[in-house]
């Protein structure tokens, strides 16, 4: 069966600080992932969004990236963090199926 | 986008009652629609999923109800429970397209025991 992790669950970090994001995919092949961000009590924002390797869709102009350097790994980066970029990560893959699977999820918190 | 932005609408029930959570979406064109289930600090669950060639499917407890005409969804849980309280959000999917989601706005169901 498929499964998707994210690590890590919990992050605080200081503004102006580097961000490094991982989700991984297992037991599926040449998935679409996802980013998203869902701040407090709202619903979910897409991010970025991925059909094969080193393929990098983004829907939101930000100071955050997102690389995809193996077929099942997404990660999601920032050179420099804002208070803004507060909020819950979630990423998710999609088979064939069209349905879309989340992660747990990752709580960033910037101070 | 509107889903972003907005508090959540709320439903409170009492335990034991049946729910019924709405979902307008926005595309005519999709045909495949999801219903997630998300849990405080936890990410979405797959709950229950509908094509357009159906109007109605029933699994454990819920039941999903699509009406074409006036782009409509609803979600009904039955005998609802403390557990089943989280925030629902309905997903619409245009098969074949960019494989990228609508999602809606997100209803949060309070359970009351």
């Known amino acids: 069966s498929q499964t998707i992790h994210q690590w890590p669950a919990t992050l605080v970090q200081p503004v102006g600080s580097p961000l490094s994001l991982e989700c991984t995919v297992e037991?599926?092949?040449?998935?679409?992932l996802y980013w998203y961000r869902q701040a407090a009590g709202r619903g979910l924002q897409l991010l970025f969004y991925?059909?094969?390797?080193?393929?990098i869709s983004s829907e939101v102009p930000q100071n955050l990236s997102a690389s995809r350097p193996q077929d099942r790994q997404f990660i999601l980066s920032s050179k420099k963090l804002l208070l803004s970029d507060s909020g819950f990560y979630l990423c998710a893959w999609m088979g064939l199926g069209e349905t879309q699977y989340f992660g747990p999820g990752t709580r960033l918190l910037v101070l | 986008g509107e889903s972003v932005g907005l508090h959540l609408p709320t439903l409170s029930v009492q335990e034991g009652d049946n729910s019924i959570i709405n979902c307008a979406y926005s595309n005519s064109a999709s045909d495949y629609f999801i219903w997630y289930k998300q849990e405080s600090g936890k990410g979405p669950q797959f709950i229950i999923d509908?094509?357009?060639?159906?109007d109605k499917r029933q699994g454990q407890r819920v039941t999903v109800l699509l009406n074409k005409t006036v782009k409509h969804l609803s979600l009904q849980i039955a005998a609802t429970q403390p557990g089943d309280s989280a925030v629902y959000f309905c997903?619409?999917?245009?098969?074949?397209?960019?494989?990228?989601?609508?999602f809606g706005r997100g209803t949060s169901l309070i359970v009351h025991p």
């Open positions: 037991g599926t092949s040449n998935p679409n």
């Open positions: 509908i094509r357009s060639n159906m």
């Open positions: 991925s059909i094969g390797i080193d393929q």
């Open positions: 997903a619409e999917t245009l098969s074949g397209g960019s494989y990228i989601p609508t």
